[in-house]
Nanobody, 120 residues
Framework: EAQLVESGGHLVQPGGSLRLSCTAS????????MSWVRQAPGKGLEWVST????????YYPGSMKGRFTISRDNAKNTLYLQMNSLKSEDTAVYYC?????????????WGQGTLVTVSS
């Protein structure tokens, strides 16, 4: 069964850094692009970043570009998000996700999320 498990979230001070990880299993990881999506308290889902299947292309919204870096290690079936210069507004549950092919079409696969709290 396709599964994603995020880890690495915890309390960090403003201006600090954190690296999140997402480990995949149950599907061919390097067939798919991967994304990070977050949900801040009281807000909807917000796209954070996307990386192509081999890491050759990365995408960010303007608010994250220059602070966040997405990467992947296909040999380890792992996705990463390096977060620098963290702000209080970065506080959110961070999810990794992908759309994978199944017997009857595409399936959105989501992890359980990992909470990042940016506060002094």
């Amino acid at each position: 069964e396709a599964q994603l498990v995020e880890s690495g979230g915890h309390l960090v001070q403003p201006g600090g850094s954190l690296r999140l990880s997402c480990t995949a299993s149950g599907f061919t990881f390097d067939d798919y692009a991967m994304s990070w999506v977050r949900q801040a308290p009281g807000k909807g889902l917000e796209w954070v970043s996307t990386i192509s299947w081999n890491g050759g292309a990365t995408y960010y919204p303007g608010s994250m570009k220059g602070r966040f870096t997405i990467s992947r290690d296909n040999a380890k079936n792992t996705l990463y998000l390096q977060m620098n210069s963290l702000k209080s507004e970065d506080t959110a549950v961070y999810y990794c996700n992908s759309d994978i092919a199944t017997q009857v079409g595409y399936l959105e696969v989501w992890g359980q999320g990992t909470l990042v709290t940016v506060s002094s």
